[in-house]
Every structure is written in structure tokens, then in C-alpha cells.
């Protein structure tokens, strides 16, 4: 956050005095425009530095950070068939991702909740923090509409998603944020797709896994969205792909997903993985959400430890 008002400061004291200087013709607001955007914009991690990390973290040097986040939870669930709330399977894959990684002592997984609730430090944090994390998402929100005046940023209307309630929306930045500052270098956040007006004669409409990366334009867009590429090579030689019009991209970028990165607000790579639609065949039994869980979690491990191997 710091450094993107140094350059806001830097970037309006070359204005002022290219201005002073009489060679305003030289230094536009086109300029500073472009200046700002850049840094904004400005790679936070890339493929090549996750690779390495994971070398270094073969060797024995420090561990490859990732976290986990079952999307949802008691407070606010997701979506529902049958009975089955979204944040139970999305925390039931979580635990089953969390064990596959445990597997390779390269990686130091974090798993954000579990059957118990969430991890007692982020709990800790989202109560100390709520101001600091309203202010920051406040100045990156300022700092994207000024550039989207400018036309510096495009607008981008990706998949239709439901709105957050407030709460749940603090809390998406406050994960960001506390990711942010504990240096994570991945973060995978776990969701059971649905669609608006779904009823018992239409819901066979949609089907399939869609995996959602941060808008191209963000700064953990492209490492996010190779990491996505693996994954999605993984995931498609077992399930199939959705085949909602925009979703059936397979990999589908997003702007305003804040899990991902809304409003530049994630440093670290990240995807937001819809398994399936809440109601498919296998979800509806406990025997075959049971085996469909650790098909998810086993499919997702090998697409993360393909891209970093
Ligand atoms: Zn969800």
C-alpha cells in the first residue's frame, strides 16, 4: 500500500514540475495516467518466482506458502440442495486438499477453516483489523475508479455473481489482506457452483467444474493464471468442464470476484475452483459426495504439483 502512494506522490511531483519547467507538453496527464496504472498494475509475484520458491523450497530453503479457502461459511453458506449446504463440502474438500499437500514437505499449507471454524490467528486478525482493512479497500477502490475514469483500466462484465452482504464482504479483503501481509504465495479458494431460478424441472441445465482467475489486468493475473492452466489440464481429463455460456471458457477471468483479487487486492496467485453444480448426481448420496471429495482434493493436488514440478 505504501508504495503505490510513494509513486502517487513521485508521479504528481514530476507533473508539477515538468508543468514548472515549461515542458508541460512533454509530461501529459496521459503520462502520469499510464505511470500510475503501471505500478498498480505492476506484476506482486510471477510464474517463474513461484517455481523458483518451490526449487529453493525442495533444497530445504523456506517453504512454498499456500493457502486454502473453503469458500463460505456458517454465517453465510453458499448455496443449498437437499440439504446440503455449500460451506460444509466446500470445508469437507478443504480438509481433504489440506491432507494431499501435507504429503510434500515443500509446501506449508494453511487451511483457512476446518470442521471447527476458522483458524483462530485470521479470527484474531478480522477483529483487530476491520478498520485498517475498510480503509485499504477504500484507497484501492479510489485508486481503480480514478483509473477507470482516466481509461486507463477497462470495465470488464465477466459472469453474473450474487452481491455480498457487508460482512461477508470484509471479510473476503480481510482474508486478502492478512494473506497479504503472511506472505502467501498461492491461495486456493474451494466453491460448489448454482444459477439463479434453478428449479427441480430446469437444474439439469448446468453442469461441470469452472475454475476463475483474477481480470488480466490485475498484478497476480498471470502467475494466477498459469497455475489455472495446470489445474485445469488435471481437472478436465477427470470431470467435465461447465457449460454455462461464459463459464464453459473452462478458465474464466474475473474483475470483480473479491476472493481472487478485486480491486488489485491480492498479492499472492489465486483461483477460485467451482467444482461442480451443488446438485450433480454424485454430490446427492453420502457415499458419492464421499468419494467425490477426495476425487476433488486428489485432482486439485496433482494440478498444483504440476505446475510447480
Ligand atoms: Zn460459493
Known amino acids: 500500500m505504501k508504495i503505490i502512494w510513494i509513486v502517487l506522490i513521485v508521479a504528481l511531483c514530476f507533473f508539477v514540475l515538468a508543468w514548472a519547467s515549461d515542458n508541460f507538453q512533454y509530461f501529459s ?7 500510475v496504472a503501471g ?9 517463474g518466482e513461484l517455481k523458483e520458491a518451490y526449487v529453493n523450497a525442495v533444497r530445504g530453503g523456506e517453504k512454498v506458502k499456500i493457502l486454502i479457502v473453503p469458500g463460505h461459511d456458517d454465517a453465510s453458506w453458499g448455496t443449498e440442495y437437499n440439504g ?4 460444509d463440502l466446500n470445508m469437507r ?5 489440506a491432507a494431499q499437500f501435507a504429503k510434500n514437505p515443500a509446501h506449508e499449507t494453511i487451511l483457512l477453516r476446518d470442521r471447527n471454524g476458522y483458524l ?10 476491520e478498520a485498517t482493512v475498510r480503509a485499504e479497500v477504500v484507497a484501492k477502490k479510489k485508486i481503480m475508479k480514478d483509473l477507470l475514469a482516466a481509461g486507463s483500466v477497462e470495465r470488464l462484465q465477466g459472469v453474473q455473481h450474487n452481491k455480498a452482504a457487508l460482512p461477508v464482504v470484509l471479510r473476503l ?35 461441470g467444474f469452472a475454475i476463475y482467475v483474477p481480470d488480466g489486468q490485475y498484478s497476480n493475473a498471470k502467475a494466477s493464471y498459469a497455475v ?6 488435471e481437472l478436465s481429463s477427470v470431470f467435465k468442464k461447465s457449460n454455462l455460456p461464459k463459464e464453459d471458457a473452462g478458465i474464466v477471468p474475473d474483475q470483480s470476484l473479491i476472493a ?8 499472492a496467485a489465486s483461483v477460485l475452483i467451482e467444482y461442480a453444480y451443488i446438485y450433480e448426481a454424485p454430490l446427492r448420496t453420502p457415499a458419492g459426495r464421499k468419494e467425490a471429495i477426495e476425487r476433488y482434493a486428489d485432482t486439485t493436488f496433482r494440478g498444483v504439483e504440476r505446475f510447480f514440478k
Open 29 to 35: 496527464f496521459d503520462d502520469v495516467r499510464h505511470a
Open 93 to 97: 474438500v478443504g480438509e481433504a486438499l
Open 260 to 267: 481472487i483479487g478485486a480491486y488489485n487486492t491480492l498479492d
Open 173 to 207: 479483503y480481510a482474508i486478502n489482506q492478512w494473506a497479504n501481509e503472511n506472505k502467501f504465495q498461492l491461495v486456493l479458494h474451494i466453491h460448489f457452483n448454482d444459477f439463479g431460478g434453478r428449479t427441480a424441472r430446469n437444474m439439469n441445465q448446468y453442469s
Open 84 to 87: 446440503i449446504r455449500e460451506a
Open 39 to 47: 505500478v498498480f498494475f505492476a506484476d506482486s509475484i510471477t510464474e
Open 120 to 129: 483462530p490467528a485470521f479470527e484474531t486478525y478480522v477483529a483487530e483489523h
Open 228 to 233: 489455472a492452466e495446470t489445474l485445469f489440464a
